[in-house]
């Protein structure tokens, strides 16, 4: 059976998903994060070390100004109501894009990463204002900053997810076949999950059973 160490999610579908149930698509992103609490416990059911949640891409600012106050403002409320319950259960949570919010969400966000700093059971990498093409940018800038090589082992040292094993696993929930910029160098050779059902209507059984399949996959990784 193949180990599994780190999950990534493409959490999509939310939108859709208020529209059709609420006539809202900010109801859709609230129910949403319903489904991120069932999926962080069945990943510590899992003994999953690492869960990597795409939450906001760099180009989701093109959306309304109203939808992107509606999201951030549930996520400021989610770190101010949550976070020592995260604390307590052993999680740590890092951030994995760029942190250029308003200053009070900046600061529960690094207030979150330093809590949870030691914490050893699972490790929640929320991707927000998070753009692979950026993070690779980026690597290469430092390398050649520091005028170091450009090899496979420099540029993954310098990405955001340079401590961690690159995803097994990579789920997109919300019947859309594609990776909006989500760790395009981190994936090269993750197996990918396209899920029909839009998040807030994912459950942990879902989850069960792409890591079921998932563990009889014969992996080749170019060889036979
Ligand atoms: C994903 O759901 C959540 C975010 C991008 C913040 P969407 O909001 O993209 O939902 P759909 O795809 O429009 O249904
Ligand atoms: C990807 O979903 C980003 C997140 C889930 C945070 P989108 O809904 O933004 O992706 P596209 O625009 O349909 O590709
Ligand atoms: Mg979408």
Request: hydrophobic share 35%; no cysteine.
């Amino acid at each position: 059976m193949n180990p599994l160490n780190h999950v990534a999610i493409i959490m999509d579908g939310n939108g859709r998903w208020g529209l059709k149930y609420k006539n809202s698509r900010n109801a859709g992103h609230r129910a949403g994060l319903n489904t991120v609490e069932k999926i962080i416990k069945e990943a510590i059911h899992q003994k999953i070390e690492y869960l990597t949640l795409y939450a906001f891409s760099t180009e989701n600012w093109k959306r309304p100004r109203k939808e992107i106050k509606y999201l951030f403002d549930l996520l400021e409320n989610f770190l101010i109501t949550k976070i020592d319950k995260l604390n307590d259960q052993n999680i740590k949570l890092k951030i994995i894009g760029i942190k250029n919010f308003s200053t009070k969400l900046n600061k529960l966000l690094n207030l979150a990463e330093k809590k949870t700093l030691k914490n050893t059971k699972l490790q929640i990498n929320l991707a927000l204002n998070y753009g692979s093409k950026a993070e690779i940018i980026n690597a290469l800038k430092k390398l050649k900053k520091n005028k170091k090589p450009i090899n496979e082992k420099n540029l993954t040292k310098n990405l955001q997810t340079k401590d961690i094993p690159d995803p097994e696993i990579l789920i997109r929930t919300g019947n859309t076949q594609r990776l909006s910029n989500f760790l395009l160098w981190q994936a090269a050779y993750s197996e990918i999950f396209f899920e029909k059902k839009l998040w807030p209507s994912f459950e942990r059984r879902d989850f069960k059973k792409i890591i079921r399949k998932y563990k009889l996959i014969k992996r080749n990784f170019g060889s036979i």
